[in-house]
């Protein structure tokens, strides 16, 4: 079974702090996703990339960037942490290989911002 | 563009009963569609996915689902509730992303499945 670990349950941040959120997967995908999950909105994705060193906007970049320095992990980076970044994280890879793969997500990173 | 619409935000049935959560979806060319679940506190799991073969899609879980292209929808069903399934439901169709294989997943906003016993 493919395997999407997420470095952080829960987190506490401040407002203002960097904040780093990591990503782990161990099927070789060459896809991987970070949304965001708030009630009554679903899922907005934030960026994605498909290969190393490669990453593409998704629909709410702002206030984000990201890191894919090797294939295996894909961080998400808050670059000053504000309360409106409060929120569920879900990160999610998926394979190349075939036109319609399924994305596999991790358990999330419920994140407050204080 | 493709959008997808979830007609019910919460449904409740009793254990035991049949389950229906629907899904209509709007595409410009043959869509693949997805069907995912999140149990409380959890990341999401996918359930089935349909991608041009079969109508009738199985999953786990005992779940399935109908592609009607005439309806445009793509409604989950199961035949009878069980106290675990409770959970929420979220249908999901393809974009086109970028060139090649990459295809941008449009979500549902969810329906929250609540189980009484």
């Known amino acids: 079974d493919v395997k999407v670990t997420q470095s952080s349950r829960y987190l506490v941040k401040r407002t203002g702090e960097k904040v780093f959120l990591e990503c782990v997967q161990d099927m070789d995908h060459e896809n991987m996703f970070w949304y965001r999950q708030d009630p009554g909105l679903g899922l907005r994705l934030i960026y994605f990339s498909y290969d190393v060193k490669m990453k593409e906007k998704g629909d709410i970049p702002e206030g984000y960037s990201v890191s894919r320095e090797k294939k295996e992990r894909f961080s998400l980076i808050l670059e000053s942490a504000s309360t409106n970044q409060t929120s569920m994280y879900l990160c999610?890879?998926?394979?190349?290989?075939?036109?319609?793969?399924?994305?596999?997500f991790g358990d999330g990173t419920r994140l407050s911002i204080l | 563009a493709q959008s997808v619409t979830q007609l019910d935000s919460h449904v409740s049935v009793s254990e035991g009963t049949p389950v229906l959560l629907r899904c209509n979806y709007s595409s410009s060319y043959s869509p693949s569609l997805f069907w995912y679940v999140q149990h409380p506190n959890k990341g999401l799991q996918l359930l089935l996915k349909?991608?041009?073969?079969a109508t009738l899609v199985k999953g786990i879980n005992g779940f399935e689902a109908e592609f009607k292209k005439s309806e445009t929808s793509f409604h989950l069903t199961k035949p009878s509730a069980h106290m675990s399934d409770a959970a929420e439901y979220f249908c999901v169709v393809t974009d086109v992303l970028n060139a090649g294989n990459n295809r941008k997943l449009i979500w549902g906003l969810g329906t929250s499945l609540a189980v009484n016993p």
């Open positions: 349909y991608t041009s073969a």
């Open positions: 999610a890879s998926s394979t190349s290989t075939g036109a319609n793969q399924p994305q596999h």
